[in-house]
């Protein structure tokens, strides 16, 4: 099932077409499945199947990973050292975070394989444009799924409120992920969604800048990213806009003078409209959410009460209870909440700098130690949870890798490349302000910084040595 040495990047053995689409195949139902309830048998299989399918990969390539831009994957691995030490010497709930080890961290662990193993096949087929494109098609429509699972949930909801046919549960669009066995966070589309359009605008850009851009050729990206704005906009999510709008705005300075330089109309066109077609969803989006509008206010609200108000530290309270801003108006609770949250979670990690233990739940058994009748469960920022479950030094080892990964992405070849530059800083921007610090949104961030490490590796320094 081996390829010819000439097509081979220096210094590696390359796995065969069928392994490496088998992989490519795993990794895609694995981050379509992530975002979905009740999969864990799926998640599992993937997960394990992949890594198993890895070994040989990574055994025959490990010479590869001696070297500076490896640092990441290092990193994550000296993180999952810290989870076990923090366990056996810092731990304020022993049982729940052993539960959590075997539970949940062992499942990341056995994700890191598969990323490397992935990675690593992919990078020995970088002098394969033709098997590196049937590649990334599916890679990329594994990225595309969770966006397609949301359109299919949303036609078959429509379809069955205005025709009344009877819907499977598991098809309904329900956004209660707490109270519904199949409902999905309008966080988690967020999280999963954001990541492909950013890719998309960087493919784009790098056509453009090569002159490779090609209506046919670019459909998918097109439209991939008003699609998913247009998400954003049904759930009426402000921050997935708000990183929407900010990524086209990016995008078009980017792509102004580029735009000149192209000069195929067709082509053009096509990315104004696109364009166009996202900054009306962005716009309209930002007027149906009359919070922004209060923003400022709600926030310095939240700062000047902090102390004399403790109606943040139960959600649940009417909202009569709420503060008055400076407008006159109740502050709303999703800016007054979040702020105020935000700061009671820096002041704990002051306190507790090596962090409770807990994945995502530290902030509310923090809370409830201070203040027993606190009601609060996570802080809404996923790197503030984070760093209140394993400290500073947990969120050191995993910020600093994802940095590393994110300026070593550079020297991935396209277009693998935008996973590592485009790809994970939005995962950096979405953890820093939702609710975003459980299981598989860590899971999956963790893979891709691995995978984006791997296909960043340098493989010119070592001798050529054949097929696996």
């Keep these: 099932m081996g390829v010819s040495t000439a097509t081979i990047s220096p210094g590696m053995k390359q796995p065969s ?3 490496m689409t ?28 992949g890594a198993i399918l ?31 030490i923090h366990l056996f010497c810092f731990s304020a709930d022993y049982p729940r975070q052993y539960q959590e080890l075997v539970k949940i961290w062992k499942k990341i662990a056995i994700s890191i394989p598969f990323a490397l193993g992935l990675g690593l096949g992919l990078l020995s087929y970088s002098k394969n444009p033709q098997q590196a494109n049937w590649y990334w098609k599916i890679i990329y429509i594994g990225f595309l799924l969770p966006a397609a699972t949301y359109f299919v949930k949303f036609g ?26 199949f409902g999905i966070s309008r966080a988690w589309y967020v999280f999963f969604c954001l990541p492909v359009a950013a890719m998309s605008i960087g ?20 439209l991939c990213i008003p699609l998913t704005l247009l998400i954003f906009y049904i759930e009426n999510d402000r921050l997935g806009t ?28 096509a990315l104004l409209l696109m364009l166009i077609v996202s900054f009306y969803i962005s716009w309209i989006s930002f007027k149906q959410s009359t919070q922004w509008k209060n923003i400022f206010s709600d926030v310095k609200v939240a700062i000047e009460q902090i102390d004399k108000n403790s109606v943040w530290r139960d959600p649940y309270v009417k909202i009569e209870e709420w503060p008055t801003n400076e407008l006159g108006r109740a502050a709303y609770s999703s ?24 994945l995502s739940l530290s902030f509310g058994e923090l809370g409830k130690e201070r203040w027993p009748e606190a009601k609060m469960s996570w802080s809404h920022s996923a790197w503030l949870d984070f760093t209140l479950g394993y400290g500073v030094p947990g969120l050191a080892l995993f910020f600093v890798a994802f940095l590393l990964s994110w300026l070593n992405s550079k020297n991935a070849v396209t277009p693998w490349f935008v996973i ?23 899971n999956a961030f963790i893979f891709l910084i691995v995978l984006s490490s791997t296909l960043s590796l340098n493989s010119h320094d070592f001798q050529q040595e054949g097929v696996i």
């Design 17 to 19: 077409g069928l392994l």
């Design 22 to 49: 088998s992989l490519c195949v795993l990794f895609a139902i694995l981050y379509g499945v992530f975002i979905l309830p009740n999969t864990v048998f799926v998640r599992n299989f993937c997960l394990i199947s």
């Design 54 to 84: 890895s070994l040989p990969i990574i055994i025959s390539n490990r010479r590869i990973l001696y070297q500076w831009r490896a640092m990441p994957i290092l990193l994550i691995i000296f993180l999952l050292v810290w989870v076990v």
């Design 156 to 181: 078959a909801t429509y379809l069955g409120n205005r025709y009344g046919i009877a819907i499977p549960i598991f098809l309904v669009l329900d956004g209660d992920h707490l109270g519904s066995k």
């Design 203 to 222: 493919i784009l850009l790098t056509n453009l800048k090569n002159k490779t851009l090609t209506f046919g050729k670019s459909l998918a990206y097109l």
């Design 242 to 269: 708000f990183f929407g709008f900010t990524l086209i705005v990016i995008a078009a300075s980017i792509f102004g003078s580029s735009l000149i330089q192209n000069r195929s109309i067709e082509s053009l066109a």
């Design 335 to 358: 800016n007054y909440l979040r702020v105020s949250w935000f700061i009671a979670g820096v002041d704990f990690v002051i306190d507790r700098p090596m962090g409770y233990g807990l």
């Design 420 to 442: 590592g530059r485009w790809g994970l800083p939005v995962i950096c921007a979405v953890f820093l302000v939702k609710e975003v610090s459980s299981e598989v949104f860590v």
